[in-house]
């Protein structure tokens, strides 16, 4: 049986936080003289009413139980939900809801991908308000991802349960004070880039919005050419290390300042994450400096950034990547599989879910050569629970497929495969940019049917509810009993 009362009593007061947070524009717009405050001013209180209207009408003061059917509802109709009415103030701009609605998808779900032109000259109240959704989106996704997708088993993260038995995971026993202290990181970080942006030569509105977007690992900019802007090698670099930091887990990194500092080597899944990108940074790094001859320290700068931006799925761009070559291109199609940390705000697959699918492949290899030799399986010094090799190995499988799938679609409305696939690819693992003219990081969204942009919403919903939580809701048995 679905409580439907609790759940909807939730996504009031989640929409009750959004319309408050919509004033906050709405003040910036009014003392710069901008009209379009009245845009969100008008939208937080349409959203505030309905808002009060779901949590007087479910209001109940009886303690409600949420069980895991609940949970799954939950996470995919407050996502849905929050998307259409953050969605309004974009109206203003001369959007249509199509294009408001793909906007603030891609805001939320932390892609990146963007349908807006001319970013330098559109008003700072709408910049603060993509701005803020990659901030709401990332802290709600890190929650998501900590207290509720481990209890779903979903695709693996049952791995990364709070009261596990291994002693890194029990850190903070209670819900509440696991959300404090990813809050707590969270808002720590963007604090700490914001000043080291405008130390570097960024004006504290851009230091702000873009600190908000790269520890989100959300990609959105206050002008078009993105960090290609601001032609600063030490602002290039210091987005490189706090967009890295936006896609390690966020209860390591707590542990870590909390007073163990080995806490972030002794963790299997970071010393991986981190070992991709030195590896694939010189790899390019090197393949720059002889083949477009550039000095290594600007390909390294160069690559670093890039690399960084397209696997921890934040999708910014220092500049266009794809004129790098064919070799480069291929690389970045690939990278944007990758992914960054479970607990993290980045998408994907996740470095976790490779590493667990290396292991299986190594074990598969063993008992080729030696049939009755027994391979356990463990990570982070503990043995993987016997379902999660499964797990991982249908997420890996169904994340394929739905790439696969998503790619005809496309491409029976018109779009080259390259597009297609590229599109696809980012979108279900929230990324930003893909391929080619349209989709590419010097391409415009914009352009793309109407239809293309609702499949690729989807796309995007589906890759930050991990897949399993929104396909689950179409099998008929989730709504029996």
């Keep these: ?225 993105s960090f290609g802007f601001f032609q600063s090698p030490p602002i290039e670099w210091a987005g490189t290390l706090f967009m890295a930091l936006g896609a390690m887990p966020f209860l390591v990194l707590f542990r870590a300042v909390r007073g163990e500092p080995g806490a972030l080597w002794s963790d299997e899944q970071v010393r991986g994450f981190i070992g991709f990108l030195v590896v694939v940074t010189f790899i390019l790094a090197l393949w720059l400096s002889i083949s477009r001859e550039l000095n290594f320290i600007d390909a390294m700068r160069m690559s670093a950034f890039n690399v960084t931006s397209i696997v921890t799925t934040t999708g910014f761009a220092s500049t266009d990547y794809t004129a790098w070559g064919t070799f480069a291109v291929g690389l970045f199609l690939l990278l944007t599989f990758v992914g960054g940390c479970s607990g993290s705000t980045a998408g994907a697959i996740k470095i976790y879910r490779l590493q667990v699918a290396g292991l299986l492949t190594r074990r598969h290899f063993t008992h080729l050569i030696s049939p009755n030799r027994i391979v356990p399986l463990s990570y982070n010094g503990r043995r993987l629970p016997d379902d999660v090799p499964f797990s991982v190995v249908a997420f890996l499988a169904i994340y394929m497929a739905t790439v696969g799938i998503f790619t005809v679609m496309l491409s029976g409305m018109g779009l080259d495969i390259v597009t297609s696939f590229s599109s696809a690819a980012q979108a279900l693992g929230n990324v930003g940019p893909g391929l080619g003219d349209i989709v590419g990081p010097a391409g415009n969204f914009a352009t793309l049917p109407d239809a293309a942009k609702w499949v690729l919403s989807f796309a995007m919903l589906l890759g930050r509810l991990e897949l399993f939580t929104v396909l689950v809701l179409f099998r008929p048995e989730f709504w029996r009993g």
């Design 1 to 225: 049986m679905i409580h439907f009362r609790p759940i909807l009593m939730s996504l009031g007061l989640m929409l009750a936080v959004v319309s408050l947070t919509m004033m906050l524009p709405a003040f910036v717009d009014l003392a710069d003289g901008n009209e379009d405050w009245r845009a969100f001013a008008g939208a937080a209180a349409f959203t505030l009413f309905i808002a009060g209207l779901l949590v007087l009408l479910n209001y109940d003061d009886r303690p409600a139980q949420l069980t895991v059917k609940d949970a799954f509802l939950l996470t995919t109709l407050s996502w849905t939900a929050l998307c259409a009415f953050a969605a309004l103030p974009f109206i203003s701009l001369g959007v249509s809801y199509t294009d408001a609605y793909f906007e603030t998808m891609s805001g939320l779900t932390t892609t990146g991908s963007t349908v807006l032109t001319k970013l330098d000259d559109l008003p700072r109240g709408v910049l603060l308000w993509r701005a803020l959704l990659n901030g709401i989106g990332g802290i709600g996704i890190i929650v998501m991802a900590i207290l509720i997708l481990p209890f779903l088993r979903v695709g693996g993260m049952q791995l990364f349960h709070a009261e596990s038995s291994d002693r890194s995971e029990k850190i903070l026993p209670r819900s509440l004070e696991l959300v404090a202290a990813t809050a707590g990181v969270y808002v720590a970080l963007i604090l700490l880039c914001t000043l080291v942006y405008a130390t570097f030569g960024m004006t504290f509105f851009d230091a702000i919005t873009h600190s908000l977007a790269t520890i989100a690992t959300g990609g959105f900019s206050t002008h078009d050419a």
